[in-house]
């Protein structure tokens, strides 16, 4: 198990209960396999040890516990402090009929699923929010148009084997996301692009909360085993088998793709 998870900037306290009485010391490795320098102070009670620290990045910390005689390794998941969670917390508590009571441990576990079914959502939309992305693509035989992966698109710079093009030199069309590019065999095209909004559409929302929620019932509120809820599941392309209800919402968003 983690330590409960947190938010990047924020003090994270984690601790660990030794085998046997003694003092421990911490030794903390960030997303980016630097070692906290210094390390974080650690306070002992007989077997227990806390301690604390403010991550500065997002990503996963590995806390590496240790005393004279004994060793533990756990980890810590940081949350950045936008992360691409199409539903709010509060929103999953009440598709599941629960009251926030602070457990921290079932609400560390309740993010994850938030997070899970976002990524299955987007997968089959695209991004819903802004974010900027750089497609590149070599011209087999010389070619004119690049079809990115998205639709409704803003591109914001091309260039063809590292060289810059002028916004002249090549025609966006945006709500397909093609670009139109004369080049040779063998030139290598970048186009750089963002796409999404802020506003996140509410099938995609609802489309969210039942994923979340059907993960969730089968692992959290006693539903065991495959479909034992009566729910009526789709495979989809990703290999990820989601509500049918879900597959509907996600037909409703403008601009989703099919789902076979």
């Not at 947190?6 to 209960?17: E, F, I, L, N």
């Not at 392309?237 to 099919?258: D, F, N, T």
């Amino acid at each position: 198990m983690s330590d409960t998870a947190k938010y990047v900037g924020t003090p994270a306290t984690v601790s660990w209960v030794s085998p046997a009485a003694g003092a421990a010391s911490l030794t903390v490795t960030g997303p980016d396999g630097v070692e906290l320098d210094p390390a974080p102070a650690v306070t002992d009670a007989s077997a227990q040890h806390n301690a604390t620290f403010t991550p500065e990045l997002p990503g996963r910390y590995l806390l590496h516990w240790s005393t004279p005689t004994d060793a533990f390794v756990n980890i810590l998941d940081v949350w950045p402090l936008t992360p691409r969670f199409l539903v709010s917390r509060e929103q999953a508590l009440q598709r599941l009929r629960q009251v926030d009571n602070s457990a921290g441990t079932e609400l560390d576990a309740l993010m994850l699923y938030i997070a899970a079914a976002s990524a299955v959502v987007e997968f089959h939309t695209g991004p819903l929010f802004t974010s900027s992305e750089t497609w590149t693509e070599v011209s087999a035989y010389g070619q004119r148009a690049v079809v990115l992966p998205n639709h409704d698109v803003t591109v914001t710079a091309v260039s063809v084997d590292g060289s810059a093009l002028s916004e002249g030199a090549y025609t966006v069309d945006e709500e397909p996301g093609i670009v139109w590019v004369d080049v040779g065999r063998g030139a290598k095209v970048s186009v750089s692009y963002t796409v999404g909004s802020q506003q996140v559409p509410v099938a995609a929302q609802l489309a969210c909360l039942e994923i979340m929620a059907h993960s969730w019932q089968q692992t959290h509120q006693a539903v065991v085993g495959y479909n034992a809820d009566g729910t009526q599941t789709v495979t989809t392309s990703m290999g990820y088998a989601i509500p049918k209800r879900a597959l509907e919402w996600i037909h409703a968003v403008p601009g989703a793709a099919g789902v076979a």
